[in-house]
């Protein structure tokens, strides 16, 4: 491989203009296309095979005029007052105006008041399903109630979800970037042309997303986390990549082949580290549920794009930089060569090897323990940002009536004939009542053939509660006893559990599965067993330091200020197994970057030891300005107020330091010490059926040496 990367870099180094060409042609045309066909975003989790999923696709068929989208304005008299129907009714004809809506229920009529009169729920049913409700709409049902006097008027309901807006708060992640890449270089132009580089094969990833959101429903995390995914690891990877150019050039090659061979070596394990990322997230797929599948799939196709990217446009934009890529000291040839501080480190972590892995292992042990305490949920109102008019509402509606009512269920109790709906839908409202947790049950309300009604169900406490799931699955248990009719739980408390549950199922086996097929890549490129087990092992350390601490923070509320988080309560259902797709992926990045210099070393004829040293000198450097990139780009969504996206952001970067700085540039060279020629261990059964990939580059070497006439000795 590195011998065909070798040829691909200098090839792109030699016809950089045809190859800028292409990508900027690309660029401009996946563009167009995204102009074209851009579809919209979602917001809807839909869990096919589930019950709440089989209850919401009978609302459908059998309910149509409740299958639209709905909200909730919330009304509340002064303090100490009671509602009068004529105050309250000019907010129910606004909302009946409001384009789409196709009824607006008098609280009054409907009795959906306060036991003091004071408070009051008037349901919005709109015609469109929420993911076709437009901005118009959203700004017309806020209006709603505007001329009412002397209440409080407060919105609500799904209505309200919108898409997420990536604004200048992630672009913070990308100056501080930018700052590091500098700092790292020495040069801007070395600067510029990496993040440059980087933001082209974001343009593209991105541009073909778009195009074909009008083919797949996206939610409207996708782009955001592709965006995220993209944009560090394109400008890492082309880190990499220019920081072994610029070492070629100090040991005296021309750019040409300068770039050719970087693209070989450094290339190769870029190929590898995007590859382990790319089956990471596509790995997704395993929990069978399709937003999460499409999530994975969309990020890994950025991922790859930035690989694409890296390998191809780098050298050509390489040509372009000339000399200007290094630092002016070495353009002038006053530079002095000297040891970094890697090479201390590496020293330092091989002589005491013992005490720092038993001090390191320990610690993030003990950062792991908040996460037996693990809880999950989708995001409500609840844990929207204070001010916003969904927040509002939410806290209105459980000041008057209790959180529960954030919280309703619905029982879609269906069967042959309108006599046993009515039959099982009584017999399953005297037994949902008498669940602790359930606050009261309404009356069935049948379809226009009796042969559906639903049962309107109130939990005692809030969405998220433990109660209200305990619930949940107690009334599943109960009404399954009830014969002659079909009853299924469903509302969005009822998906979010059940998104949990179908995610927890879900969880060991992809996780099996991802780890499985990369220490099997890993084999592959490090031709060792110990090294791949060591390095899935450091992801286990990583993965649960990090939950712990965004337990400790987002779900316990400790140092939650500090982060923006208002509302702690349990983590977003699909963050777990979605970070442990990213963060393994990334965390093989650096263990691949870091190690196969020192295979690289190791092959060439370095002691262990020596090696584990060289690969910590040469490559600590550069992987601490990548992780630091990285974890600015992941931060800068922390800023975000969607609490998604904001957990999504935290625990990324988090993760990343832990796994760049105290497992893979602290805990793996102390193993590999420890280990010394044994890390390299491979049966001779394995040696011989796995395939060589050359990633250390020795076959480059010897291509290079044979191909080549030697050079005339001089004479006198």
Not at 598 to 610: I, K, L, P, S
């Amino acid at each position: 491989m590195a011998t065909l990367l070798y040829r691909l870099g200098r090839f792109s180094f030699r016809n950089r203009g045809r190859v800028a060409a292409v990508w900027l042609l690309l660029l401009a045309l996946l563009g167009v296309a995204a102009a074209l066909f851009l579809g919209p975003s979602s917001d809807k989790f839909s869990m096919p095979g589930t019950e709440s999923q089989r209850a919401l696709d009978s609302l459908v068929r059998e309910f149509p005029q409740a299958s639209g989208a709905v909200g909730v304005i919330v009304v509340a008299a002064p303090e100490g007052g009671k509602l009068d129907p004529a105050v309250v009714a000019p907010v129910v004809e606004e909302a009946a105006a409001v384009p789409g809506v196709v009824a607006a229920i008098d609280p009054f009529q409907a009795r959906a008041l306060s036991p003091d009169g004071r408070y009051a729920l008037v349901q919005v049913q709109f015609k469109d399903k929420i993911d076709d409700i437009t901005d118009v709409q959203r700004k017309a049902y806020l209006k709603a109630g505007a001329s009412a006097t002397g209440i409080q008027v407060e919105h609500g309901g799904e209505v309200l979800r919108a898409a997420p807006e990536v604004g200048g708060s992630e672009a913070i992640g990308v100056l501080i970037a930018a700052i590091v890449l500098i700092v790292t270089f020495g040069s801007l132009v070395a600067a510029g042309m990496t993040l440059l580089n980087a933001l082209v094969g974001v343009g593209v990833g991105m541009a073909g997303l778009f195009a074909l959101s009008g083919v797949f429903e996206l939610t409207s995390v996708t782009p955001v986390l592709a965006l995220m995914l993209g944009l560090a690891v394109g400008i890492d990877y082309s880190l990499f990549i220019t920081s072994r150019y610029r070492q070629f050039l100090a040991d005296g090659l021309d750019r040409e082949e300068a770039a050719g061979r970087a693209t070989g070596t450094a290339g190769s394990a870029v190929v590898f580290a995007g590859a382990t990322v790319v089956i990471a997230l596509a790995g997704l797929f395993v929990a069978g549920i399709p937003f999460l599948t499409v999530m994975g799939l969309a990020a890994a196709g950025t991922v790859a794009v930035a690989v694409l990217v890296a390998l191809t446009l780098l050298p050509a934009i390489l040509a372009y930089a000339g000399p200007r890529v290094l630092p002016r000291k070495q353009r002038d040839g006053r530079a002095v060569a000297k040891e970094g501080f890697g090479y201390t480190w590496g020293r330092l972590v091989s002589r005491l090897r013992v005490p720092i892995l038993l001090i390191g292992i320990v610690g993030l042990g003990v950062l792991a323990l908040p996460v037996q305490d693990l809880r999950l949920a989708l995001p409500d109102a609840g844990t929207a940002a204070p001010g916003t008019p969904e927040r509002a509402a939410y806290d209105l509606t459980s000041k008057g009536f209790g959180e529960g009512f954030n919280a309703r269920l619905i029982a879609v109790v269906s069967a042959e004939d309108a006599a046993a709906v009515n039959t099982a839908a009584g017999q399953a409202a005297a037994l949902i009542q008498q669940v602790p947790g359930v606050l009261a049950v309404a009356p069935p309300q049948p379809n226009a053939t009796g042969t559906t009604a639903l049962l309107a169900i109130i939990p005692k406490e809030g969405p998220t509660a433990a109660s209200t799931e305990a619930a949940v699955h107690a009334i599943r248990g109960k009404v399954a006893t009830i014969a002659g009719a079909e009853i299924a739980v469903t509302g969005a408390t009822a998906v979010g559990i059940d998104v949990s549950d179908k995610l927890g199922e879900a969880m060991p086996v992809y996780l099996l599965l991802v780890v499985g097929l990369s220490v099997l890549l890993l084999m592959l490129v490090f031709r060792s067993i110990l090294v791949p087990l060591k390095a899935a092992l450091g992801f286990l350390l990583t993965i649960g330091s990090t939950f712990g601490i965004t337990v400790a923070i987002f779900q316990e509320g400790r140092l939650a200020g500090l982060f923006g988080v208002e509302v702690p309560g349990p983590l977003v259902s699909f963050l777990p197994i979605l970070l442990i797709g990213i963060l393994f992926g990334l965390a093989m990045d650096y263990e691949v970057f870091l190690v196969s210099r020192m295979r690289e070393d190791f092959v060439h004829g370095d002691t262990a030891r020596q090696a584990t040293i060289n690969g910590m000198g040469h490559n600590a450097r550069v992987v601490t300005a990548a992780a630091l990139i990285m974890t600015s780009v992941f931060g800068g969504f922390v800023f975000m107020e969607d609490p998604i996206i904001k957990s999504m952001g935290f625990a990324l970067a988090l993760g990343v330091l832990i796994d760049a700085f105290v497992v893979r540039m602290t805990l793996v060279p102390a193993v590999m010490a420890m280990l010394g020629r044994a890390a390299w261990w491979l049966p001779k059964v394995l040696d011989r059926v796995l395939p060589d990939f050359d990633v250390e580059g020795e076959r480059l070497n010897h291509h290079l040496a044979t191909s080549r006439p030697p050079v005339p000795e001089r004479v006198g």
